[in-house]
């Protein structure tokens, strides 16, 4: 009959590992988040034809989204006179009350798939060293 050594030393780390590994993915995830959001307003176009200049890159904001974990909700919530949010627009471009087409400026989306594989990696970082630290030679 085979014998592992340290059974309740393992045991006492598995039982730890969700918390610690959640608490580490927490922590890098927030930071990611507020990461992108700044990289979101650095990209955003400044435009003296909106009512307030800058007022497109001010309201880009992130919120947690309630009852998911690890779960953020990135809103830019500009709106023209009108109430109507206007980022589409100026992301996908649209048509003028002129008639005349205003071509698109994106900065959300491209920014978004340009550092998703990144967030990724610098999500996952944590939780793996925290195995490691738990488990050094398994």
Known sequence: MAQMKNLEKRLAQLQRLPAAVQEA???????????????????????????NP???????????????PLSARIIVGAKDEKGVKYARYVEFGHTSKG???VSAQPFFWPTYRARKKAMRRRMLAPARKVIRQLFPKV
Do not use: N
């Open 54 to 68: 800058g007022e497109l890159r001010d309201s880009i904001e992130s919120y947690p989204v309630p009852g998911r």
């Open 25 to 51: 993915a927490e922590q890098a995830f927030d930071q990611e988040v507020a990461d992108l959001v700044a990289a979101f307003k650095r990209a955003c176009p400044v435009s003296d034809l909106e009512a």
């Open 99 to 101: 008639g005349a087409y």
